[in-house]
């Protein structure tokens, strides 16, 4: 029996319990004894704690411990031999509570435990901490002169280049200068960072919000100094991360040093206000990107530089200058990256990281090259096609970009732009269309799985993987039912568990590509098993009978996958071509964006419902980049002044128009077994410079610094 699963429709199999409220989050989970933390947060951004009064707190009504510097246990923070690679690659990890340093405003200085939340809440809040602050770096223009190269990798490029870029640049008749500037933007996912930990004698288990569970579980081993098979990390659901649970959180640490001061099992939820501090951003980003083009547009020059904000005690750098060197077709090219030390937190990788920056320069500074040249922005792109990668001189294994520029601006009605910037008025409102093209790179990690078919004839499959959205308890089961040959609704996959078998992170747009390609393996490997058995013992009834014939009540094979040659043969990215339409009312600033368009290609399309749900979540969080979102700090403090909801805007429901996401078919033999790229960063790519495009044509003006308010366009 074949059942064909993969590129359906198909409904989320977690649908039902995320609606019934019965799919369980970190901070759903309670145990007998359950105890409640309140962490207690520095309010200075650098110095010493010079004194740490517990006495009042230590007093208060259902204190069970108070923890800090003065009295918490050494941790050995033992060092790893190769740091995971969701972590900076240089400086040292935030360590809790073992020293009276302070190193940023937000930094995790106590822990009170309590029996409920209330009194661990209250009692949070007697602490009384005395300070000699010191002179702290909480202002990015200031500190810039500190700049430095961040350790280079080859996923995370500092320095690119060929050709002689400057030269090439100085003799082109046709030249582009522009800077643009993003503030910091915080993930704001709807469910808290959250810990329940709790120890049995020396073995330690997390219930925990986190992209990966193995890692984790690694991390807080090597925190601690234990064996990481002493400790088990379950996180069945992620309500959100977008980047921000990929690496441990001090918090984590926390919880669980709680748990063992404690003696009792300990619940650490992050106060909306402390996810501000507690976890990262994406980083401060200043970008100036020059353009040297011929008389028709076509490029000579390219150049990048880039600097964005790091902590002092980490080197967080992104790849914000990849994309830029491989998405047009340059024969000079010259990139700077560089990272200014603050005192923050680290930043970490926020949906796209890197790459939705380096493209909004690039994207933004390409419009207004078209604009030079006087071509069409999309006929200024296929001007510069890139038939092959240019960085990496290597054919893409499959590039499908002039399908999406062809079916994003037929769908889209691109040919009714207004050919001049701010020519076109409707009522008291000017209209302007923008354009850009998004990427994102295709990679996989390896990774395993395990399928097991049970007597009654249904499978269960499994892997250690995360789910925090975009649909990987869906979409691997659809993987499973059609490799088994079961109906999807006889199939269960579970993830989020460091006993199952190994995932890797679950992050880079990846967990189709890696994890997809396990479970594929696993499943045909059982499917093998049984056949040999004996028949082609397809179906649930046919399955059933050759267990039962055999006296079995289970029968498992396990799978795995892992990266092949492909990556150093081919070019692998993801592309797409994003639209949109903006109406501005120049008398009172303010924006309204009646239309966003999508058209992407990326390899098979498992489930074009949850692609397209992907998508257009995805490029909501480009609008928020575009208009709306921005960390605001007091330079006096280092402290995040608009840390809630309330005052860190994200687009709600009446800032997000028509929005639509189209699929170019695309088929590649080369990236992974399962033919698919990563559909989940690449919507958020590419939307921020199609709206200040159309900031642009509408007005005639280029605004240089996210997010576009209302206030820089009465300017
Ligand atoms: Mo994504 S920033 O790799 O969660």
């Not at 190769?82 to 240089?90: A, C, E, F, N, Y």
């Not at 045909?524 to 082609?536: E, F, H, M, P, T």
């Amino acid at each position: 029996m074949s059942v064909a699963a993969i590129g359906q429709p198909v409904s989320r199999v977690d649908g039902p319990d995320k609606v019934r409220g019965t799919a369980r989050y970190a901070a759903d989970f309670t145990l007998p004894g359950l105890a409640h933390a309140a962490v207690v947060q520095a309010t200075i951004p650098q110095g010493r704690i010079t004194a740490l009064d517990d006495s009042l707190a230590r007093s208060a009504a259902g204190v069970i411990a108070v923890i800090s510097h003065v009295n918490a246990p050494r941790l050995p923070y033992r060092p790893f031999q190769d740091r995971p690679l969701v972590d900076p690659q240089s400086g040292d990890q935030l360590r809790v509570f073992q020293a009276d340093r302070v190193l940023f405003n937000g930094q995790p200085i106590a822990v009170v435990v309590a029996e409920t939340l209330e009194q661990a809440t209250l009692a949070a809040t007697l602490l009384r901490v005395t300070y000699t602050p010191e002179r702290a770096i909480t202002q990015f223009d200031e500190a810039r002169d500190l700049l430095k190269p961040p350790p280079a990798s080859a996923s995370k490029p500092t320095d690119l280049g060929w050709g002689d870029a400057d030269a090439a640049f100085a003799v082109q008749p046709l030249r582009t200068d522009s800077s643009v500037r993003q503030p910091n933007e915080f993930h704001a996912a709807m469910e808290p960072h959250a810990t329940v930990a709790a120890w049995d004698g020396d073995r330690l288990t997390l219930y925990d919000k986190t992209q990966w569970v193995d890692n984790d579980r690694d991390e807080i081993a090597h925190v601690f100094g234990i064996p990481p098979e002493h400790i088990r990390v379950i996180s069945p659901f992620v309500g959100g991360a977008f980047g921000s649970a990929l690496r441990t959180w001090p918090h984590v640490t926390v919880a669980a040093l709680a748990a063992r001061v404690a003696g009792r099992p300990v619940k650490l939820v992050l106060t909306r206000r402390e996810l501000f501090s507690a976890v990262g951003y994406r980083p401060l980003t200043v970008q100036r990107v020059r353009l040297g083009a011929d008389r028709e547009g076509r490029l000579a020059a390219l150049i990048q530089e880039a600097s964005a904000q790091t902590s002092i005690y980490e080197d967080y750098s992104e790849s914000v200058v990849d994309a830029p060197a491989m998405l047009y077709a340059t024969a000079n090219m010259r990139s700077a990256y560089r990272v200014v030390p603050m005192n923050v937190n680290s930043p970490c990788p926020m949906r796209a990281p890197g790459t939705a920056t380096g493209v909004l320069a690039l994207e933004t500074a390409m419009d207004e090259l078209a604009e030079a040249a006087g071509v069409d922005p999309i006929e200024l792109r296929l001007r510069n096609y890139a038939e092959t990668d240019p960085h990496k001189n290597l054919p893409f294994s499959s590039k499908s970009l002039r399908q999406c520029y062809a079916l994003g601006a037929e769908a889209f009605g691109w040919t009714n732009r207004p050919p001049k910037p701010a020519s076109r008025q409707e009522g008291s409102q000017l209209v302007g269309y923008g354009m850009a093209t998004a990427v994102y790179h295709t990679n996989r990690a390896a990774a395993s799985a395990r399928a097991t078919m049970l007597a009654d004839g249904t499978a269960l499959v499994q892997s250690a993987a995360s789910d925090m959205g975009p649909g990987t308890y869906t979409a691997m089961t659809q993987v499973a039912a059609e490799t088994l040959g079961l109906p999807v609704a006889a199939v269960r996959f579970e993830l989020g568990d460091s006993e199952l078998p190994k995932a890797p992170v679950h992050g880079g747009s990846m967990t189709m590509a890696s994890v997809g390609s396990a479970v594929q393996a696993a499943c045909l490997a059982l499917r093998d098993k049984c056949r040999s058995l004996g028949g082609n013992a397809e179906g649930i009834e046919g399955y059933r009978a050759l267990l039962g014939r055999h006296g079995l009540d289970r029968l498992s094979a396990d799978g795995q996958a892992a990266p092949g040659d492909e990556a150093r043969r081919f070019s692998m990215y993801a592309f797409g071509a994003v639209f949109a339409e903006l109406r501005i009312d120049p008398e009172l600033g303010t924006l309204r964006l009646p239309r966003l368009l999508g058209a992407y290609a990326a390899g098979r399309i498992v489930n074009p419902t949850i692609a397209h749900s992907q998508c257009i979540g995805g490029m909501v969080g480009g609008i928020g980049m575009a208009l709306t979102e921005q960390g605001m700090w007091d330079p006096r403090f280092g402290r995040v002044m608009n840390a809630s909801l309330a005052d860190y805007l994200v687009p709600v429901n009446a800032d997000v128009p028509k929005l639509d996401a189209l699929f170019v078919e695309e088929q590649d033999p080369h990236v992974n077994p399962l033919g698919v790229k990563g559909l989940a960063e690449i919507a958020l790519v590419g939307v921020a410079p199609a709206i200040l495009n159309a900031v642009y044509n509408a007005t005639g003006r280029r605004i240089r610094e996210l997010p576009v308010t209302p206030d820089k366009l009465l300017l």
